[in-house]
């Protein structure tokens, strides 16, 4: 997949600035069930002690926690779809690459969305955590130095265009095309 430039970035920053801020809609589910592996699906499972039920979130860890256990801060990642899109050139079918499990229409940002705002997506409930969720070397790699530059930047993680972190707080069933909405 070509990376984009930075002038196609910047040229297609308005249409995410467009996403919609009280109400969106889930446009995909991912599950990780092993590391660089990816099932598309139509529904997913939500509970607050799996995330997303089969992706390996919890067996996966975090290196960054003392003992390398989950950080149940960051237990479900969310990524507006208007970004992802930009940055897979329109191919819907590499939005998986960026490694998130919810691909919304939503503004992420963090005047929209702050730390402890509980959205409903589908018949669950999640609420937005306060680590931020970064590009890394695996986001360059699949989407290019300029990605990685836009989403880390500033503006960037104001508009949190790498996505955000959330957890599980009331069980449920999500399905592609569910509204996502703050509550």
């Known amino acids: 997949m070509p990376h984009r430039t930075a002038d196609e970035l910047a040229a297609g920053m308005a249409e995410v600035r467009r996403a919609p801020a009280a109400v969106g809609t889930v446009e995909m589910i991912v599950r990780r069930p092993a590391p660089d592996e990816r099932e598309v699906l139509a529904e997913g499972h939500l509970t ?3 995330g997303l039920v089969g992706d390996d979130w919890l067996a996966r860890g975090n290196r960054k926690t003392p003992d390398g256990s989950a950080d149940p801060q960051q237990q479900l990642t969310l990524m507006g779809a208007r970004v992802v899109d930009l940055l897979a050139g329109g191919d819907r079918a590499a939005w998986p690459l960026a490694g998130d499990q ?3 229409d939503l503004d992420l940002s963090v005047a929209n969305l702050p730390a402890g705002t509980r ?3 589908g018949t669950a409930v999640i609420e937005v955590t306060e680590p931020p969720h970064t590009g890394c070397a695996k986001f360059s790699a699949r989407f290019g130095s300029e990605a990685l530059r836009l989403a880390n930047s500033p503006e960037g ?3 949190r265009l790498r996505g955000l972190n959330a957890r599980v707080t009331q069980p449920g069933v999500v399905r592609a095309g569910d509204a ?3 509550l």
Do not use: G
């Open 48 to 50: 607050p002690a799996d």
């Open 102 to 104: 919810l691909y919304v």
């Open 119 to 121: 959205l409903a997506v």
């Open 157 to 159: 993680r104001s508009l």
């Open 180 to 182: 996502v909405r703050r």
